[in-house]
């Protein structure tokens, strides 16, 4: 059994140095060391928190309970980490968006205009798993603005190599394919568009960015960030899923269409704790029967308590939230956390 719980810090890294960024993962670890285990709480990384971080975190861990535990995950290859973990979430993605397609009749990746936001770790993975697929990527952004036209692989190198230096897309020198949008996100500007993934930060599609991009011809939307649709966002989605088949839009929630990072972290814990290490197909293999999985739960579950019209397709929002809520309340009540005849 694995939580979804988030937290972290308010500190900045972006303008520190290296010694700051480490000075304050060891600070802020000699307290969070008494708060987690390997079977209590097991931190992962996120916004700000890349391989470095996860290092700093990791051998302040190491220190201060003289034991070397898989209690943080995202570990270097040398010392306990994972195959796939850096790219788990947009591959994960990828592989949930591709049964969302099959079960819409709407085919594969190939030949679909992809618009992504972001351009951390989730993006470049998903971008790259999108275009050896056979999809068109025709968006990244940053917080500073969007970069809009057909992606290559080339530009998702170049940008990666920038973003381990902490600089933005303003320095990214844009060839011809590529427009630079500044203070823009992508929704609004890449014109007909197919699929649309919000891998950047939450909040992140508003009410008018979901209907320009029903607009647009989007019919598949999945969140690669946490909570990346605000809520007017979602019900402008799923008004539109209502409707048939051949004009809906689907959307898909973060808590299922981005759990491949978090089944990878459970994968490398898994191989930890085994003193194991898996080959990069076996753990590619593992991810996409959990997100097939992930997919499946929720569509069962909301054809099953989400009265839906003949031909109208399930809602994976509604089918995700209460397969969460049941597995937990039939536990709980299981262990006698509560007691009611279910």
């Known amino acids: 059994m694995m939580g979804g719980g988030k937290g972290g810090a308010d500190f900045d890294p972006k303008g520190k140095s290296d010694n700051e960024i480490r000075r304050f993962c060891q600070s802020f670890m000699a307290e969070l060391s008494k708060h987690i285990g390997a079977n209590t709480d097991v931190p992962a990384g996120d916004i700000g928190v890349g391989g470095r971080e996860i290092g700093y975190l990791f051998g302040a861990y190491r220190k201060a309970k003289n034991a070397w535990e898989g209690v943080l995950t995202g570990k270097g290859l040398n010392w ?81 190599s920038l973003k381990e230096d902490r600089q933005s897309l303003t320095s990214y020198a844009a060839k011809d394919n590529l427009k630079y949008i500044e203070g823009a996100r992508p929704w609004l500007h890449v014109g007909q568009v197919d699929i649309a993934l919000p891998c950047a930060t939450q909040n992140e599609v508003s009410k008018e960015e979901a209907e320009g991009l029903i607009a647009a011809g989007a019919k598949f939307i999945a969140e690669g960030s946490n909570m990346g649709c605000t809520q007017e966002a979602i019900e402008a989605f799923e008004a539109t899923r209502k409707e048939t088949q051949v004009s809906a839009a689907w959307y898909a929630p973060g808590k299922a269409a981005n759990c491949g990072g978090v089944a990878v972290s459970g994968l490398e814990m ?13 753990v590619d293999e593992k991810l996409k029967v959990i997100m097939k999985n992930a997919f499946e739960q929720g569509l069962t579950t909301a054809k099953e308590y989400v009265p839906s019209a003949e031909g109208e397709l399930p809602s994976l929002v509604a089918g995700s939230n209460i397969a969460g ?18």
């Open 270 to 282: 898994g191989q930890n704790s085994q003193r194991l290490a898996w080959t990069r197909e076996e």
């Open 80 to 160: 306990g980490g994972s195959l796939i973990r850096p790219e788990a979430t947009g591959y994960g993605l990828i592989y949930y968006v591709g049964h969302m397609l099959e079960y819409a009749g709407a085919g594969d990746w190939k030949g679909k205009r992809v618009a992504i936001s972001g351009s951390g770790n989730v993006a470049q993975y998903a971008a790259l798993k999108a275009m050896e697929l056979g999809a068109t990527v025709i968006s990244l952004s940053d917080s500073k603005g969007a970069l809009v036209g057909e992606v290559t692989v080339e530009d998702i190198e170049a940008i990666a």
């Open 325 to 342: 809520f049941v597995k937990v309340a039939r536990a709980m009540h299981d262990q006698g956390d509560w007691w009611a005849k279910l």
